[in-house]
């Protein structure tokens, strides 16, 4: 490596230069040895070769001590980081029209979603993380040096994010930064962009997106975003419909193929959902030699039993209100009522790989095989509307 032209940014952990790497430009991350454990090291090495995505920073090659620091070449961005273009309008290089404005604000949530579809956290959402190519209008999440598994361990990596984006249950109550307070941050940005002023934290509320914002028409997915209670909060598989369509009456270029569908969209238009996906993708079950569904086999003799015989299938929007128990609204009957839908919420919300939306569908599905047969097979839905749990399904299928 050699060509260095000077520094590009500094942090606590180190400082980023562009410099040749293998005959083309690179971002390297230059860590002195003593500021960041082995454990870490490998830890931000494997987030960077599981969130390959056109919206995520890539890694270039190994990571090598040198002179006493860690070198990392990342891919370098040919543009400007998302603080100049929202609020130094005068370097930026960038025309904030509707379309190109659309494209940067779908390009952050695709490459969000990509993250959280791989249970990866990123922690330190801010404006100055954000990359904005020049030319292309392509959104690029940098710096995933505080990123975590979320799944694997909450202990990962330390919380460490910046105050300025930490949702309000971070900054209250020092809860621990999950995907949930990404997608807060991911809010406070996309509406930060589109009304090119800068939020007071505290302030940062549905009320004050609709008094920023207007009739802009990423509004309502952005009030769903910044929910103070994370319990109610969107998450980023239950936007990211709502954001590709807003910025596709826009004219925005319809997604790659490669990229992840929403199945949590409004209830008449579904995909896939990307935790399903995913997970089926990278299943030890879905190699050749191995069963990629029950079904493609002949099937066993099976038969169904529910995990809970007391339990319902699928409730009626009839039947279903508020989960939240609310005093004083009928007595000790009307409180036992709540309480058993609080617990309904809490069951339909167990071992599932993400939040429940406030309105989408969230299906996950597993395999046990035995002597290369299909021993079990177990299906979980929830499906959700206004915060409601419209349809709840547990089965699991056992051949033996």
Request: net charge positive; hydrophobic share 35%; charged share 25%.
């Given at each position: 490596m050699a060509y260095s032209t000077g520094t590009l940014a500094e942090g606590c952990f180190g400082k980023v230069y562009r410099e040749k790497y293998n005959d083309t430009w690179a971002a390297i991350k230059k860590v002195p040895q003593h500021l960041i454990s082995r454990k870490d090291l490998e830890r931000e090495c494997e987030v960077y070769n599981k969130a390959n995505h056109p919206n995520i920073v890539k890694l270039l090659g190994n990571i090598n001590l040198k002179d006493g620091k860690w070198i990392i070449p990342l891919e370098f961005i040919f543009g400007e980081d998302l603080e100049t273009t929202i609020f130094k309008s005068a370097k930026s290089k960038i025309q904030l029209t509707p379309t190109n404005r659309g494209k940067i604000i779908v390009g952050m949530c695709e490459g969000l979603l990509h993250l959280h579809s791989r249970d990866i956290v990123h922690q330190d959402l801010k404006p100055e993380?954000?990359?904005?190519?020049?030319?292309?209008?392509?959104?690029?999440?940098?710096?995933?040096?505080?990123?975590?598994?979320?799944?694997?361990?909450?202990?990962?990596?330390?919380?460490?994010?910046?105050?300025?984006?930490?949702a309000p249950e971070v900054l209250q109550r020092h809860s621990q930064r999950d995907q949930r307070s990404d997608v807060w941050a991911m809010g406070k940005i996309i509406a930060e962009l589109c009304a090119r002023v800068r939020l007071h934290t505290p302030s940062v509320c549905p009320a004050k997106i609709r008094e920023v914002m207007r009739d802009q028409p990423y509004c309502q997915a952005v009030c769903r975003m910044v929910e103070s209670n994370p319990a109610l909060r969107a998450t980023i598989v239950g936007v990211i419909g709502d954001m590709r369509r807003a910025a596709g009456g826009l004219g925005h270029l319809t997604p790659p193929p490669t990229q992840i569908r929403n199945r949590s969209a409004s209830p008449g238009r579904r995909g896939a959902s990307p935790f399903n996906k995913e997970r089926r993708a990278h299943s030890p079950m879905n190699k050749r030699g191995s069963?990629?569904?029950?079904?493609?086999?002949?099937?066993?003799?099976?038969?169904?039993?529910?995990?809970?015989?007391?339990?319902?299938?699928?409730?009626?929007?009839?039947?279903?209100?508020?989960?939240?128990?609310?005093?004083?609204?009928?007595?000790a009957l009307d409180l036992t009522k709540?309480?058993?839908?609080?617990?309904?919420?809490?069951?339909?919300?167990?071992?599932?790989?993400?939040?429940l939306p406030a309105t989408g569908r969230v299906m996950v599905r597993r395999f046990e095989e035995k002597n290369g047969e299909v021993?079990?097979?177990?299906?979980?839905?929830?499906?959700?509307?206004?915060?409601?749990?419209?349809?709840?399904?547990?089965?699991?299928?056992?051949?033996?």
């Open positions: 993380n954000i990359m904005v190519e020049h030319n292309t209008n392509r959104a690029v999440i940098i710096d995933l040096g505080l990123a975590k598994f979320f799944r694997r361990g909450l202990n990962s990596a330390v919380d460490m994010g910046n105050e300025a984006y930490s069963p990629l569904g029950w079904e493609r086999n002949p099937r066993p003799d099976i038969k169904l039993v529910h995990r809970n015989p007391r339990q319902p299938r699928s409730l009626s929007p009839q039947r279903i209100q508020p989960l939240v128990p609310a005093a004083g609204r009928g007595g709540d309480m058993m839908k609080m617990g309904l919420f809490q069951e339909a919300a167990r071992d599932l790989p993400c939040q021993e079990t097979w177990a299906q979980k839905e929830v499906v959700m509307r206004d915060g409601k749990i419209i349809k709840y399904n547990d089965v699991t299928f056992n051949s033996s």
